[in-house]
Structure formats: C-alpha cells, structure tokens
C-alpha cells in the first residue's frame, strides 16, 4: 500500500525567510510525487509533481522541491516566503502498480508572517 | 483557467433527502475521475474511481448504494447522495487525471460544499 507522511501539521515561518515543508513517502515501484496548495474553502492548485529526471523540481510561485530516494522524501522548498503562500499543503503520492488515485498526506498547514 | 469544472459549490440539503454533485473535464475527455471527501482540518480520503462506460469503484468502507457514481461521458462524472444525513455533510472534491501531453497531471475541481440539515 502506498502511503505519505507529513511530520509537521503546521509550519510557521517569517516573511522572506526561506520555507520547508517536510514530505516522505512509501509505494511500491517508483512514485510520482506530487505537491497541490489548498486556500480556504476552495480546491486543490497543482504545485508541482516529480516523475522522473532531475531531482530537484521547479513548480508555480517559486516552489521547488527535492526528491530523494535514499530518504524517500520529496520535501517542499522556497527561497524567500510571501504572507500570499499562506494556506494548506498537501503531498501526494501515485503509483503504477495497478491504483491510479493519489493518495494524499494529512496536510499542513503553512503560516507566514508579515 | 479551469481545466475541471465542479458544481454545485455549495449545497444545502434537509436530511433524507437526495443531492448530485457534478463534475466537468474542461479541457480533455476523461475516461477516469477520481471522488475525494474532505472533512474539516483533515486530509482528501478517496470515496471511489469514476470509470466512463462501466461501474465505479469503491473504496472500502464507502457505501455504493449511498454515494451513487455515474460517469456518462467522458467529460463529466455526477456523484449523488442519497438519503443525505448530517454526517455526510462535508466537502467533496473531484479530480481528473490530464493527456500524456500535460505529463498525466492530475487536476482538482473547486470542490463542493454539502451540508445536511
């Protein structure tokens, strides 16, 4: 089965100071990892995704993250956070063995400060 | 702009009674959806997997004859509720998975509002 943990259900982090959201995972075969931001009451915004190629990727607003198989982790990065980039993050995770849904991570929460 | 469509985003619904959920693939024709229930403060918990053309699949522990998926065509999957009770009150969520042209991308609706009074 495949599963996903975010160890921090909320990050705070001062405005301009980079951030880092922690991700790890487990699944079968090779993952397709993947980070979407939720503001209040609306839906899922794709961030980026990591399915094959370089480790480090580059998604929308400046994020990043790194994949690392070794660690099994796919953490999310930005250099310089904006009191906009506070909202809700989740990790996801797919893979090829048969299920084709995401399976989600419980979430967290991002606060930054002005 | 949207590449999934959801609607109603929010409902309200008295107990017993029946509600459906709509969701639109915008931009491509999808031959699977995917159903997501969200309750406050917690995380998406996949309900079912739309297919077009055949019966959805339930997760386990989601009751089929309650939350009734239809997946008529392959740009839009309903997902109706049926005898609605407050507990069912929650956000739900669909998604789409995109062309081998967007990278298999998966794309979220707004999500819809349901709340049994």
């Known amino acids: 089965a495949q599963s996903v943990a975010q160890p921090e259900d909320q990050v705070n982090v001062a405005e301009g100071n980079p951030l880092t959201v922690k991700c790890t995972y487990s699944v079968s075969g090779n993952p397709y990892l993947f980070w979407y931001v939720q503001y209040p009451n ?6 980026l995704k990591y399915i094959t190629g370089d480790n480090l990727v580059k998604g929308s607003y400046g994020f990043e993250a790194e994949f690392n198989k070794s660690q ?3 953490h999310l990065k930005k250099p310089s956070a904006l009191v906009s980039d506070s909202a809700l993050y989740f990790c996801a995770v797919r893979d090829y063995t048969g299920r084709r849904a ?3 991570g419980s979430g967290t929460r991002l606060q930054v400060q002005p | 702009g949207a590449v999934v469509s959801q ?3 929010r409902v309200i619904c008295k107990s017993g009674t029946s509600v459906k959920i709509e969701c639109r693939s915008l931009d491509f024709q999808a031959t699977t959806m995917f159903w997501y229930r969200q309750f406050p403060k917690q995380s998406l918990m996949l309900m079912a997997t739309s297919n077009e053309g055949s019966k959805a699949t339930y997760e386990q522990g989601v009751e089929k004859d309650k939350f009734l998926i239809n997946h008529a065509s392959l740009t839009l999957s309903t997902l109706t509720v049926t005898s609605a009770h407050p507990e069912d009150s929650s956000f739900y969520i669909c998604s789409v998975i995109g062309t081998v042209f967007s990278g298999n991308t998966i ?3 707004e999500g819809s509002w349901l709340t049994v009074v």
Do not use: E, K, V
């Open chain 1, 42 to 47: 609306r839906g899922l915004q794709f961030l």
């Open chain 1, 72 to 74: 099994t982790s796919f």
């Open chain 1, 102 to 104: 995401l399976t989600f």
């Open chain 2, 7 to 9: 609607h109603p985003s």
């Open chain 2, 107 to 109: 794309y979220f609706g």
